[in-house]
């Protein structure tokens, strides 16, 4: 079963046969086509070793996590993965993940690769509003397309959510609930969801005439949203509403609440990002934004595969739109609001006047 027997049943010579099942793009669709199925019928499979070595490809992906090896529990990565996995397949691509931690062990992973030519182009997730990853990247000349934005001028390939726009409908929307006081717990500024998010908060609340509330942010964990949650509670102040940049902190903040005796939807208001399955679970339901992860992840492989096709990524810069997902977790403000205060067991507080003794090294509390 060779090359040499499907081109004498049509006729063809070896070299376009050859060509037309490396999905070389000077063969005509219906040659393609028509050896594909003589291929198909035949049993025939190419000798993928052989090819790479000739071609110099690695017919492989690579997706570097920005985390510590064993720490890949992060929903948003895994349904990522999910989406990605399924699309490179079907286009005869292989899908090689790895992590690593962001700074000098994370751009050696993919100088190793890169140099190596251990895969043929990069999709990148979490972006930084400066990514070493994306200048090295394009430096190297190498395909690659990000989730996310970056300072970077430079043309390259980007899908990402509009975190500035869902943030600033969560303001609204709260507003609408009778709020005014509206904090935001938020993962550290440096990542580029997080400048967005921000910014839409910022945004809303200027626009409405008002000040921002508490700020506060901190590496996106369950245990960070439940003590920053606790830290805003106990201020001079405290929130009647809180946006929590993803549903992790937010599932923090919703415990944080109901440890306080207080009730989510009720006495304080949680919003959450990510729309996370544990989001229809909390108690009370959790208010959070679906950020579309699936058509993110479709349009990032389209974009890499035109781009491994020889396309320039001048214009391959996509914006989509995220989706409000209401739950119980948020509602009108208390009638007092402006006038509960939690006891403050430590002293702590945040921005808004009041003094904080509670930083650690995870978390930056703002005056």
Same mark, same amino acid.
């Given at each position: 079963?060779?090359?040499?027997?499907?081109?004498?049943?049509?006729?063809?010579?070896?070299?376009?046969?050859?060509?037309?099942?490396?999905?070389?793009?000077?063969?005509? !669709?219906?040659?393609?086509? @028509?050896?594909? *199925? +003589?291929?198909? #019928?035949?049993?025939?499979?190419?000798?993928?070793?052989? $090819? %790479?070595?000739?071609?110099?490809?690695?017919?492989?992906?690579?997706?570097?996590?920005?985390?510590?090896?064993?720490?890949?529990?992060?929903?948003?990565?895994?349904?990522?993965?999910?989406?990605?996995?399924?699309?490179?397949?079907?286009?005869?691509?292989?899908?090689?993940?790895?992590?690593?931690?962001?700074?000098?062990? !994370?751009?050696?992973?993919? @100088?190793?690769? *890169? +140099?190596?030519? #251990?895969?043929?182009?990069?999709?990148?997730?979490?972006? $930084? %509003?400066?990514?070493?990853?994306?200048?090295?990247?394009?430096?190297?000349?190498?395909?690659?397309?990000?989730?996310?934005?970056?300072?970077?001028?430079?043309?390259?390939?980007?899908?990402?959510?509009?975190?500035?726009?869902?943030?600033?409908?969560?303001?609204?929307?709260?507003?609408?609930?009778?709020?005014?006081?509206?904090?935001?717990?938020?993962?550290?500024?440096?990542?580029?969801?997080?400048?967005?998010?921000?910014?839409?908060?910022?945004?809303?609340?200027?626009?409405?005439?008002?000040?921002?509330?508490?700020?506060?942010?901190?590496?996106?964990?369950?245990?960070?949203?439940?003590?920053?949650?606790?830290?805003?509670?106990?201020?001079?102040?405290?929130?009647?509403?809180?946006?929590?940049?993803?549903?992790?902190?937010?599932?923090?903040?919703?415990?944080?609440?109901?440890?306080?005796?207080?009730?989510?939807?009720?006495?304080?208001?949680?919003?959450?990002?990510?729309?996370?399955?544990?989001?229809?679970?909390?108690?009370?339901?959790?208010?959070?934004?679906?950020?579309?992860?699936?058509?993110?992840?479709?349009?990032?492989?389209?974009?890499?595969?035109?781009?491994?096709?020889?396309?320039?990524?001048?214009?391959?810069?996509?914006?989509?739109?995220?989706?409000?997902?209401?739950?119980?977790?948020?509602?009108?403000?208390?009638?007092?609001?402006?006038?509960?205060?939690?006891?403050?067991?430590?002293?702590?507080?945040?921005?808004?006047?009041?003094?904080?003794?509670?930083?650690?090294?995870?978390?930056?509390?703002?005056?």
């Amino acid at each position: 079963m060779s090359l040499a027997r499907i081109a004498s049943t049509l006729r063809l010579s070896v070299t376009t046969v050859s060509r037309a099942l490396g999905g070389h793009g000077d063969v005509a !669709e219906t040659t393609r086509l @028509r050896v594909q *199925a +003589e291929a198909d #019928r035949i049993g025939y499979r190419a000798n993928v070793s052989a $090819r %790479r070595l000739k071609g110099g490809v690695s017919d492989a992906v690579a997706v570097i996590l920005p985390t510590g090896p064993g720490q890949l529990e992060d929903a948003f990565f895994l349904r990522l993965l999910g989406t990605i996995g399924p699309r490179l397949a079907a286009a005869g691509l292989d899908l090689l993940v790895g992590a690593a931690r962001p700074g000098a062990e !994370e751009m050696a992973l993919y @100088r190793q690769l *890169a +140099e190596n030519r #251990r895969v043929d182009g990069f999709l990148l997730a979490r972006t $930084r %509003r400066q990514d070493p990853r994306v200048t090295y990247l394009i430096d190297q000349g190498l395909p690659f397309v990000v989730h996310g934005r970056t300072a970077e001028t430079r043309p390259h390939a980007s899908v990402d959510v509009d975190g500035t726009v869902a943030f600033r409908q969560a303001v609204r929307r709260l507003l609408g609930f009778g709020h005014r006081r509206i904090g935001l717990i938020n993962a550290p500024a440096a990542y580029s969801f997080a400048h967005h998010r921000e910014a839409g908060w910022r945004d809303a609340l200027s626009e409405a005439g008002l000040a921002p509330g508490p700020r506060a942010e901190a590496e996106a964990t369950e245990e960070n949203g439940f003590r920053l949650m606790q830290l805003m509670l106990q201020g001079g102040v405290p929130p009647t509403a809180v946006l929590c940049a993803t549903d992790r902190l937010a599932v923090g903040a919703l415990h944080a609440v109901a440890a306080s005796g207080l009730r989510a939807g009720r006495d304080v208001s949680v919003i959450g990002y990510d729309n996370l399955p544990v989001a229809t679970f909390t108690d009370p339901p959790l208010t959070s934004f679906e950020p579309m992860v699936d058509r993110s992840a479709e349009r990032m492989v389209a974009m890499l595969l035109s781009l491994l096709r020889g396309a320039s990524p001048d214009g391959m810069a996509e914006l989509l739109d995220a989706r409000l997902i209401a739950r119980a977790s948020d509602g009108p403000a208390p009638a007092s609001q402006g006038r509960r205060r939690m006891p403050r067991s430590d002293g702590s507080g945040l921005e808004g006047g009041t003094k904080n003794h509670g930083r650690d090294r995870k978390a930056r509390l703002e005056d």
